[in-house]
């Protein structure tokens, strides 16, 4: 089959967001006025973080309430005399500044720019994705990115995936990839929208789920073989 447009999910497919997340969070610990111990509240965090991102998934929690909220628990569970808001400000601002990209990144997006259109279509938050994104090195490689507290609309609802293909004027969904590493969100959004799939599986996990991508890849640069 010949695909004519890519979507690309961008944290843990492109960029490598655990690096980011890990400096932003250790540039916030030293922030605080805490005894306790950093690592023990940074596996805190990731945990709640990782919980109330399934819920935004969900539709159970907005993009607007979820930055805050995550913060809001994080700081009741570790009994934290800090306000919420402050901590979700400089917390988005840390994780504004890291824009990692893996090594194979560039080398696939480089091979792949010209032929194909591609669209980033995120998760994430505006205040962080526009610039971790649309202002990094491979930034030229993207017809448009699409973030979903932009636009109220987030993966895996298929609305998400026609959204993106209006943006770029493009009709026929038989000719398009949705490539992510999350199979609750990019796989099963890629299916709600009728396109076909590739699970990037770099830790090669078992896929233990109901949803079925049509191809999975443990290396970026195998993407070259599908396509």
Known sequence: MKYEVLFFDAD????????????????????????????????????????????????????????????????????????????????????????????ETEELLSYLHGKYKIVIITNGLVSVQNKRIKESIIKDYFDDVIISDEIKIAKPDSKIFDYALNSINHSNKNSVLMIGDSLSSDIKGGLNAGIDTCWFNSSKKENQSDIIPKYEINSLLDLKNIL
């Open 12 to 103: 843990e497919t492109l960029f490598d967001f655990k690096k980011s997340e890990d400096v932003a969070l250790d540039r916030l610990m030293e922030s605080i006025d805490t005894n306790l111990d950093k690592d023990f509240c940074i596996d805190v965090y990731k945990r709640i973080n990782k919980n109330i991102w399934k819920e935004f998934e969900q539709k159970l929690i907005s993009s607007d309430d979820l930055k805050v909220e995550r913060f809001k628990r994080f700081s009741d569970e570790i009994n934290l005399l800090c306000n919420p808001q402050d901590l979700s400000d400089m917390y988005t601002s840390y994780l504004a500044e890291g824009s990692f990209i893996y090594e």
